[in-house]
């Protein structure tokens, strides 16, 4: 167990955002493989699960690293830049007949997203304490856009036509 | 001291004149001088369709025992004047032994009313208000009553006290002077009863809304339709000083939405209506069935169908209720056969409403809801059927299939058991489901909540012993019962209509071999339904006929 | 050390029960239910004392997706029954969710005296301009010349308004969302929440189904340019003359909420008394 720096509230703040970033995209990519499964497309919804289990280890690692008492609360909805926390993938990014390299293109941008987060930090005002850590955490996603471009590799590309459906909505149901 | 002649137990009077005669507070008073002198008996109205001005009647019969049947014939039909009166003719038949009192003033009785055979006794009605400053002819006409059928004088001016906010001195003068008009007629005399007990004073629809309360409901919501009005105008002031409230509504498609979020929400909810907004409640009604959600509907029935006749009476709504929602949708339908009856079979609808979670329709109709009646004070029954509430604890299924039928339901407010309420079919737990497992269990459920009822005697009135039996429902009951009156004739009135009771009506109708079924609609509703539901043992014959004129006793003894 | 503490209060996904929803993976919806429940976690509320009514259509599916009370009732009538419900039970928090076809079309008169009544309720309309259940009619804000089965060259009509009519009807609180910022989403609903009276949320909640075309209205929806306004006349003229893709609250009045008739504690038998000769 090493022992840190007393955590500035500045510090903190930026790593239950951290946590919290980490925690939505588990959330989200849990949903994804819900809704998913519930369309039939289990293929997809089984990437969305690992997806969502890599992103709950990355919460549970800071979790340890932070070793707070139990769970911090989350900052207010209304505290990032953007929409939604950087590496959560937004509702619309799905369709039902999506396949795994789009799920994957998905991941992809999101990590890009929580990327360009850390460095703008990184290269911020903010404590050193603060930039030290974003800088870190930019070095992992960026390790993390690269995995996710080699598992893209191994993953057959969708061809023209992959979104129809022989049964056009209307005829079913 | 007068000699009083031979009384009669019961007497029929018309006061009529065109507007602002005052025909109808008139009535009022001699209704309520009745009331007051001890009689029985009703009242009933009838008007032309202008808003203001146009030609009433009242019409009363005053009895010594309780009733709210009209009687073949009226003894008196007074006019203030005959201004579009002849329009009544139907509604006020007369004969060779009635008279007419008509003020010479506004000429002759029309024919339609002579060719009766009654006797014309002029009566100068203006010329004799004008004798007193500030006297209406009106008062002048209610003496003239209260004097034929021997009310006291002191009764009559009570009823005044009671109704007049101006001209008190002037009117009880007038009614003094038309008594003595006819002091010396005696034929009318009316004999009162030997001991009254205690009385109300009461219509149809403020029963229904009394019936409500004492049922337990505190949330109504209104859309005003004739005949029905009334009722939730009653029960607007009446709620608040109850604890509950009333919202009046943009139109019946909100109004029973509304009843049914109000009941969802635990309070026993209301509204009233007649054919054309049962009509429209139907489709959410079936929401109530399916969510099994308690309501009421008191549809005061009018002369249909569509737009029909608003201020007339028919039976012309059991199909609608019985049958109209969509799908198998199994419910509470009751009739209740009398003016006082609204009580009873409201309040019995409310707690069946709840107990069951599932709508009630209560088919009142114009002819009971808009009489008003002077009848025996009502017990009052203390015992309500509540619903079964859930409590927390355990994983909830709402519609678990019990042996009842009946699953407790969760009120909101209370942790544990929250669960969505739905017009899908659903399974236990409340889930929407597709499954035919789950559409015939519940299907089941709702049927057998409803089938297992046990009315008890409050199923219907029977009354009286014979080989020929009268079955009927509602207003019906009244001029029945006065047709059978001695006779060794059964008289079977149905109050729940549904479900239907096929081992209690046999067994009502044990050793009957001739069955009549009395009904006011034009196709034979009620003769259907129970051919439908119930074998009518031996020879059955129809007795049936659209509104909107009331049944009168001689046209149910000319069936039998 | 300076940890943050754990919070008492219930989360978002306290609200969120384990139905799976119907919805097309992509629907606007998801997000508004997700909005919905961190709204209630926000307001800190408890599932027992918040009621979800709905009508018929993909939006009204949305309460037995929450872990509170839900009624799903009939087509288009959602606000007089969660009206009979909040009259009767004022204490409760009542949602009511509907969309563009079970609101503005068969749910449209309801609508106007629900606003007029301004009863202490929150209504969200889950607007994709099309009927998605029934799969692909125009509904009442379809653009005129939009294609389909039952209009095959549009239906040449002028779109309904609704935040015109709330407006002209009383409603109390006027706002627009969107689906593709469920945070700000959730905010506003808290909002509309708070705000007594009631509150109407158009959400745009796109069908990714049947209006695919719609995925690029997060390309058009931008925060409305200025704050909202109590006045009517001025919200007025900037409701008539908005671009349909103003996003917040765009009106806040301050009619105080139906309160219903006061009572007193009586008992039917003193109603009795009026009755007896």
């Known amino acids: 167990m090493k022992t840190k720096p007393k955590p500035s509230g500045q510090y903190a703040d930026f790593m239950s955002r951290a946590y919290t970033m980490e925690l939505d995209a588990t959330e989200r990519y849990a949903q994804f493989a819900e809704q998913l499964e519930t369309h039939n497309n289990r293929e997809v919804a089984q990437l969305f699960r690992k997806l969502a289990d890599i992103e709950a280890l990355h919460a549970k690692r800071i979790l340890d690293e932070m070793q707070w008492p139990s769970i911090p609360a989350l900052p207010p909805a209304y505290a990032w830049d953007g929409a939604e926390a950087p590496e959560t993938a937004p509702f619309d990014s799905l369709h039902y007949l999506m396949q795994p390299w789009h799920a994957l293109e998905i991941a992809l941008r999101c990590e890009r997203e929580a990327l360009q987060y850390y460095e703008d930090i990184a290269a911020s005002r903010a404590p050193k304490q603060v930039r030290d850590t974003a800088r870190e955490m930019a070095a992992e996603e960026a390790e993390h856009v690269r995995l996710i471009k080699e598992w893209m590799k191994r993953v057959p590309r969708p061809e023209a036509g992959w979104d129809e459906d022989p049964d056009p909505p209307g005829v079913t149901g | 001291m007068r000699q009083i002649a031979a009384m009669r137990d019961s007497v029929s009077l018309a006061l009529a004149g065109s507007g602002g005669a005052g025909v109808m507070t008139?009535?009022?008073?001699?209704?309520?001088?009745?009331?007051?002198?001890?009689?029985?008996?009703?009242?009933?109205?009838?008007?032309?369709?202008?808003?203001?001005?146009?030609?009433?009647?009242?019409?009363?019969?005053?009895?010594?025992?309780?009733?709210?049947?009209?009687?073949?014939?009226?003894?008196?039909?007074?006019?203030?004047?005959?201004?579009?009166?002849?329009?009544?003719?139907?509604?006020?038949?007369?004969?060779?032994?009635?008279?007419?009192?008509?003020?010479?003033?506004?000429?002759?009785?029309?024919?339609?009313?002579?060719?009766?055979?009654?006797?014309?006794?002029?009566?100068?009605?203006?010329?004799?208000?004008?004798?007193?400053?500030?006297?209406?002819?009106?008062?002048?006409?209610?003496?003239?009553?209260?004097?034929?059928?021997?009310?006291?004088?002191?009764?009559?001016?009570?009823?005044?006290?009671?109704?007049?906010?101006?001209?008190?001195?002037?009117?009880?003068?007038?009614?003094?002077?038309?008594?003595?008009?006819?002091?010396?007629?005696?034929?009318?005399?009316?004999?009162?009863?030997?001991?009254?007990?205690?009385?109300?004073?009461?219509?149809?629809?403020?029963?229904?809304?009394?019936?409500?309360?004492?049922?337990?409901?505190?949330?109504?919501?209104?859309?005003?339709?004739?005949?029905?009005?009334?009722?939730?105008?009653?029960?607007?002031?009446?709620?608040?000083?109850?604890?509950?409230?009333?919202?009046?509504?943009?139109?019946?498609?909100?109004?029973?939405?509304?009843?049914?979020?109000?009941?969802?929400?635990?309070?026993?909810?209301?509204?009233?209506?007649?054919?054309?907004?049962?009509?429209?409640?139907?489709?959410?009604?079936?929401?109530?069935?399916?969510?099994?959600?308690?309501?009421?509907?008191?549809?005061?029935?009018?002369?249909?169908?569509?737009?029909?006749?608003?201020?007339?009476?028919?039976?012309?709504?059991?199909?609608?209720?019985?049958?109209?929602?969509?799908?198998?949708?199994?419910?509470?339908?009751?009739?209740?056969?009398?003016?006082?009856?609204?009580?009873?079979?409201?309040?019995?609808?409310?707690?069946?409403?709840?107990?069951?979670?599932?709508?009630?329709?209560?088919?009142?109709?114009?002819?009971?809801?808009?009489?008003?009646?002077?009848?025996?004070?009502?017990?009052?029954?203390?015992?309500?059927?509540?619903?079964?509430?859930?409590?927390?604890?355990?994983?909830?299924?709402?519609?678990?299939?019990?042996?009842?039928?009946?699953?407790?339901?969760?009120?909101?407010?209370?942790?544990?058991?929250?669960?969505?309420?739905?017009?899908?079919?659903?399974?236990?737990?409340?889930?929407?489901?597709?499954?035919?497992?789950?559409?015939?269990?519940?299907?089941?459920?709702?049927?057998?909540?409803?089938?297992?009822?046990?009315?008890?005697?409050?199923?219907?009135?029977?009354?009286?012993?014979?080989?020929?039996?009268?079955?009927?429902?509602?207003?019906?009951?009244?001029?029945?019962?006065?047709?059978?009156?001695?006779?060794?004739?059964?008289?079977?009135?149905?109050?729940?209509?549904?479900?239907?009771?096929?081992?209690?009506?046999?067994?009502?109708?044990?050793?009957?071999?001739?069955?009549?079924?009395?009904?006011?609609?034009?196709?034979?509703?009620?003769?259907?339904?129970?051919?439908?539901?119930?074998?009518?043992?031996?020879?059955?014959?129809?007795?049936?006929?659209?509104?909107?004129?009331?049944?009168?006793?001689?046209?149910?003894?000319?069936?039998? | 050390m300076n940890a943050p503490l754990a919070t008492v209060t219930l989360q978002a996904k306290d609200f969120k029960s384990d139905y799976k929803p119907v919805w097309c993976p992509g629907c606007g919806d998801y997000s508004v239910l997700s909005a919905i429940t961190k709204a209630l976690a926000m307001l800190a509320l408890r599932p027992e004392n918040v009621a979800v009514v709905s009508g018929i259509g993909c939006s009204s599916r949305i309460p037995a997706y929450t872990t509170c009370y839900g009624f799903h009732g009939v087509h288009g009538r959602s606000l007089p029954a969660a009206t009979g419900l909040k009259v009767a039970r004022p204490e409760l928090t009542v949602l009511v969710a509907s969309g563009d076809g079970d609101g503005y079309s068969i749910g449209g008169n309801h609508f106007l005296h629900a606003c007029?009544?301004?009863?202490?309720?929150?209504?969200?309309?889950?607007d994709n301009h099309v009927y998605g259940m029934t799969k692909g009619q125009p509904s009442p804000t379809t653009e005129p010349d939009w294609p389909s089965k039952l209009a095959p060259g549009g239906t040449g009509l002028r779109e309904f308004h609704p935040l015109v009519i709330a407006l002209a009807s009383g409603a109390n609180f006027i706002a627009r969302a969107f689906s593709g910022d469920p945070n700000g989403c959730a905010t506003l609903i808290a909002e509309a929440v708070r705000h007594p009276g009631f509150s109407f949320i158009e959400v745009l909640s796109p069908c990714v189904t049947f209006r695919p075309e719609q995925r690029g209205w997060k390309d058009v929806a931008h925060p409305a340019p200025v704050a909202f306004t109590d006045d009517p006349g001025r919200a007025a003229r900037r409701i008539m003359t908005d671009d349909g893709f103003n996003i917040g609250v765009l009106y806040k009045g301050n009619r105080p909420p139906y309160g219903a008739a006061q009572t007193s504690p009586g008992s039917v038998k003193d109603l009795e008394k009026a009755f007896q000769l």
């Not at chain 2, 001209?167 to 007629?185: N, T």
């Not at chain 2, 109000?262 to 009233?272: H, I, M, N």
């Not at chain 2, 050793?511 to 539901?533: A, P, W």
Request: with cysteine.
């Open chain 2, 26 to 560: 008139a009535g009022n008073m001699l209704l309520e001088a009745a009331a007051a002198a001890g009689c029985y008996g009703l009242m009933t109205r009838t008007s032309g369709p202008q808003i203001r001005g146009g030609e009433a009647a009242a019409m009363l019969r005053l009895a010594a025992f309780p009733t709210d049947a009209q009687e073949d014939r009226f003894h008196v039909l007074a006019a203030i004047d005959w201004q579009n009166v002849a329009r009544f003719a139907a509604e006020i038949p007369l004969g060779p032994q009635s008279i007419i009192v008509g003020d010479p003033a506004h000429g002759e009785p029309p024919e339609v009313f002579l060719k009766s055979g009654a006797r014309y006794v002029p009566v100068a009605l203006k010329k004799i208000a004008g004798e007193i400053k500030g006297a209406w002819p009106n008062m002048v006409a209610l003496g003239v009553l209260a004097g034929l059928i021997g009310l006291p004088a002191a009764a009559v001016e009570a009823a005044a006290r009671k109704s007049m906010k101006k001209g008190l001195e002037p009117g009880i003068a007038a009614a003094r002077l038309g008594m003595a008009q006819v002091d010396s007629v005696r034929d009318f005399f009316l004999a009162k009863p030997d001991n009254p007990g205690r009385r109300w004073l009461i219509s149809g629809n403020e029963a229904a809304g009394l019936g409500a309360l004492r049922g337990g409901v505190r949330f109504v919501a209104a859309y005003p339709i004739t005949p029905a009005t009334e009722l939730l105008e009653w029960l607007a002031p009446a709620l608040t000083k109850v604890g509950g409230s009333l919202v009046q509504a943009e139109d019946e498609l909100a109004s029973i939405n509304m009843a049914l979020g109000a009941s969802y929400g635990g309070v026993p909810s209301l509204t009233a209506t007649s054919g054309p907004g049962l009509s429209l409640m139907i489709e959410s009604l079936g929401l109530g069935v399916t969510a099994e959600i308690p309501v009421v509907v008191v549809d005061v029935m009018r002369t249909g169908p569509s737009t029909g006749i608003a201020t007339k009476t028919e039976q012309g709504d059991l199909n609608l209720a019985i049958y109209g929602m969509h799908g198998d949708a199994p419910h509470i339908v009751i009739a209740p056969n009398s003016v006082v009856d609204c009580i009873a079979a409201t309040q019995w609808a409310v707690g069946l409403a709840e107990s069951l979670q599932v709508p009630a329709i209560v088919l009142s109709d114009q002819y009971l809801g808009q009489a008003r009646a002077i009848v025996d004070a009502p017990a009052f029954q203390s015992v309500n059927f509540e619903r079964e509430k859930a409590g927390s604890g355990g994983a909830y299924k709402r519609y678990a299939l019990t042996p009842s039928g009946i699953s407790p339901m969760a009120i909101p407010g209370t942790a544990g058991c929250t669960y969505t309420a739905d017009g899908l079919e659903h399974n236990e737990r409340g889930t929407p489901s597709s499954q035919a497992g789950d559409h015939l269990a519940q299907m089941d459920k709702r049927a057998r909540k409803i089938s297992q009822l046990d009315p008890g005697d409050a199923w219907a009135s029977v009354e009286g012993e014979g080989e020929t039996a009268v079955v009927t429902f509602g207003s019906c009951t009244g001029p029945v019962r006065e047709a059978l009156a001695s006779k060794p004739v059964k008289l079977v009135s149905l109050r729940l209509l549904s479900p239907a009771q096929p081992a209690k009506l046999r067994k009502a109708l044990q050793g009957v071999k001739r069955v009549l079924v009395v009904e006011q609609n034009h196709s034979g509703q009620f003769l259907r339904y129970l051919r439908s539901e119930y074998d009518l043992p031996g020879e059955v014959k129809s007795l049936r006929r659209p509104g909107p004129l009331p049944f009168r006793p001689e046209e149910i003894q000319q069936a039998l």
């Open chain 3, 116 to 126: 007029r009544r301004n009863v202490d309720l929150t209504y969200i309309v889950m």
